[in-house]
Nanobody, 120 residues
Framework: QVQLVESGGGLVQAGGSLKLSCVAS?????????MGWYRQAPGKQRELVAS???????NYADSVKERFTISRDNAKKTIYLQMNSLKPEDTAVYFC?????????????WGQGTQVTVSS
């Protein structure tokens, strides 16, 4: 079982930046392959924001490309999401997710979420 703890959310004005962090706790580091961030806004479907594999391959939602950057420190079992040029539509609860090899990311372990609010 992987425990995930997110931090870094908060309130920011449009155009500002935030950096989210997610630390994974596990006795078996090989139980984690892909990690990523989902978000869910009130009344909207959950969506994948960005993901990164153990080898560093990244994937982004079209809505955040060129603005958000996902990175990973395997030694620290931590991923980050640098969010720049934030827009009000980025307001959501952001969840960290981690999946073992051969498992779809959204079927892995989930963190409790961190609120990101962007004011106009």
């Amino acid at each position: 079982q992987v425990q995930l703890v997110e931090s870094g959310g908060g309130l920011v004005q449009a155009g500002g930046s935030l950096k989210l962090s997610c630390v994974a706790s596990t006795d078996n580091i090989f139980s984690i392959n892909t990690m990523g961030w989902y978000r869910q806004a009130p009344g909207k479907q959950r969506e994948l924001v960005a993901s990164i594999t153990r080898g560093g391959y990244t994937n982004y939602a079209d809505s955040v490309k060129e603005r958000f950057t996902i990175s990973r420190d395997n030694a620290k079992k931590t991923i980050y999401l640098q969010m720049n040029s934030l827009k009000p539509e980025d307001t959501a609860v952001y969840f960290c997710v981690a999946a073992p090899p051969t498992t779809r990311l959204d079927r892995g372990s989930w963190g409790q979420g961190t609120q990101v609010t962007v004011s106009s």
